[in-house]
């Protein structure tokens, strides 16, 4: 696996790591509806007293209370909906109003200089929340070729991420819909708070 | 001194990431989701790759 070859060859931190993680994670609630070996392993996470720790024991304990089936169709309502879902999780819309407008070129030319693709089997313009929270994970880890700097990271996240994800995630979590994903809209919104805020400190000029 | 300062900067960044927790949700979940499929991939030229998705986009947006 050439993902870990980067990894071993540049020592990234244990706090960047978890970056990744929570990155990755929030993909895999948001990609698709959720499996059940995905909700299992939500359902054993505990959480603390952190507001981030809270959301996400309260996410642990709706993964291991509700029903999985309903849990599905909580993401069809608010994703996919009959005609269109409760949400538009595309950074297009919430830029423009609309899908498929300048916002997305603009990312296919920045993911074109980096050197990456959408998934053959994945048919949701790349603008959606999921595809860019792999791509920050992607970049923080080295998976793209080579570990991408933190001023790098930052530059593609204030460009595609910052302008809309933080009220995304807030509408996730005030959504008619939203029961499960409610905390994880939580969670997101604080996340991407701290991102933000890291990123200011983490910039040296 | 650029360097030391910006030593400084990053153990704040590192420190402020330590308090907010991440750890809480991350690490829990970490190998579980992280195992899930990316739905980006590399393009090994680093070439874009002009699928047919990709061609009608650009026919239907006349940037």
Same mark, same amino acid.
């Given at each position: ?13 244990? $706090?960047?790591?978890?970056?990744? $993680? ?17 909700? &299992? ?5 505990? !959480? ?7 959301? /996400?024991? /309260?996410?642990?304990?709706? #993964?291991?209370?509700?029903? #999985? @089936? ?5 993401? &069809?309502?608010?994703?996919?909906? &009959? ?27 920045? *993911?074109?200089?980096? !050197?990456?693709?959408? @998934?053959?089997? &994945? ?12 791509? *920050? ?17 930052? /530059? ?5 991420? @910052? ?28 996340? *991407? ?7 200011? *400190?983490?910039?040296?000029? | ?11 704040? %960044? %590192?420190?402020?990431?330590?308090? =907010? ?11 579980? =989701?992280?195992?899930?499929? =990316?739905?980006?991939?590399?393009? =090994? ?16 947006? %006349?940037?």
């Amino acid at each position: 696996m050439s993902n870990m070859n980067a990894n071993a060859e540049h020592k990234i931190d244990d $706090e960047d790591i978890l970056r990744a $993680e929570l990155y990755s994670f929030l993909a895999a609630l948001l990609r698709v509806e959720p499996q059940d070996n995905l909700l &299992v392993s939500v359902s054993q996470i505990s !959480g603390d007293d952190t507001p981030i720790g809270k959301a /996400t024991g /309260t996410l642990s304990y709706l #993964a291991k209370e509700m029903d #999985a @089936a309903t849990i599905r169709s909580e993401y &069809v309502d608010l994703f996919i909906g &009959v005609g269109r879902g409760e949400l538009l999780p595309y950074c297009s819309y919430y830029l423009t109003g609309f899908l498929n407008e300048k916002p997305l070129a603009n990312l296919r030319q920045d *993911m074109a200089s980096i !050197g990456i693709a959408r @998934a053959e089997n &994945v048919k949701d313009p790349e603008d959606h929340i999921a595809s860019l929270c792999d791509m *920050m994970a992607g970049l923080i880890l080295g998976n793209f070729g080579r570990p991408y700097s933190l001023q790098e990271q930052a /530059t593609f996240f204030k460009k595609h991420i @910052a302008p809309w994800a933080g009220l995304f995630f807030a509408d996730l979590e005030a959504a008619k819909s939203a029961v499960f994903y409610a905390p994880v809209g939580t969670i997101g919104r604080i996340f *991407m708070d701290i991102e933000s805020q890291a990123f200011d *400190m983490g910039e040296s000029r | 001194m650029e360097t030391k300062k910006q030593g400084v900067k990053q153990d704040g %960044r %590192r420190d402020f990431l330590k308090l =907010s927790a991440l750890g809480a949700v991350a690490g829990a979940v970490g190998t579980a =989701s992280v195992a899930e499929a =990316s739905e980006i991939k590399t393009v =090994s030229s680093g070439d874009y790759q002009e699928t047919d998705h990709v061609k009608s986009f650009y026919a239907s947006a %006349r940037f």
